[in-house]
T-cell receptor
């Protein structure tokens, strides 16, 4: 059973471009979470999704950021018009159905904005 | 708003020592608590999950305890090895939510 997969592992964008980060959850997991780790800071929750639904987006910046988890395919975290402050490691996690279950993390995507 | 604090921020010990990492949280209404390990430039590896109804969990040389009422958890590492060198993160899930709230971590270095 493959773990949580994220791609790309490293992404370089210039200011104003769009960044698309992909996450494939573990097999059998229907819950996906996105977290961000800014340089020298701790991990912060961004958004929690189930298939075709955003359940909790309380940690998402109000502008430029969006997330989806379609019926088919990976979850996507999209950042429009990136700025230097978006440079960070973005981690995806997944968990099986059921409340409060263990979350398993992917290797992360390291976004650098030039 | 839940806040998670980890003490110490950094720790350096000689190989073979037993050690304790501390985690505290401000809101005791948690559903579970997870301990993770993060190696530099890498993702997170889940070490132990403790449900709010449990007092401790063990995996190999690792033992995690939970005192929900006092808002504390400890991670005990027995007979430390250089391969244990990493940052250890504590995170809680509040009741009714699924988002993890993380502490800032304890950076552990085990000297050979």
């Amino acid at each position: 059973n493959a773990g949580v997969m994220q791609n790309p592992r490293h992404l370089v964008r210039r200011r104003g471009q769009e960044a698309r980060l992909r996450c494939s959850p573990m097999k059998g997991h229907s819950h996906v979470y996105w977290y961000r780790q800014l340089p020298e800071e701790g991990l912060k929750f961004m958004v929690y999704l189930q298939k075709e639904n955003i359940i909790d987006e309380s940690g998402m910046p109000k502008e430029r950021f969006s997330a989806e988890f379609p019926k088919e395919g990976p979850s996507i975290l999209r950042i429009q018009q990136v700025v230097r402050g978006d440079s960070a490691a973005y981690f995806c996690a997944s968990s099986p159905p059921g409340v409060g279950d263990e979350q398993f993390f992917g290797p992360g995507t390291r976004l650098t904005v030039l | 708003k839940q806040e998670v604090t980890q003490i110490p921020a950094a720790l350096s010990v000689p190989e073979g020592e037993n050690l304790v990492l501390n985690c505290s949280f401000t809101d005791s209404a948690i559903y579970n608590l997870q301990w993770f390990r993060q190696d530099p430039g890498k993702g997170l590896t889940s070490l132990l999950l403790i449900q709010s109804s449990q007092r401790e969990q063990t995996s190999g040389r690792l033992n995690a305890s939970l005192d929900k009422s006092s808002g504390r958890s400890t991670l005990y590492i027995a007979a430390s090895q250089p391969g244990d060198s990493a940052t250890y993160l504590c995170a809680v899930t509040d009741t009714g939510r699924r988002a993890l709230t993380f502490g800032s971590g304890t950076r552990l270095q085990v000297q050979p």
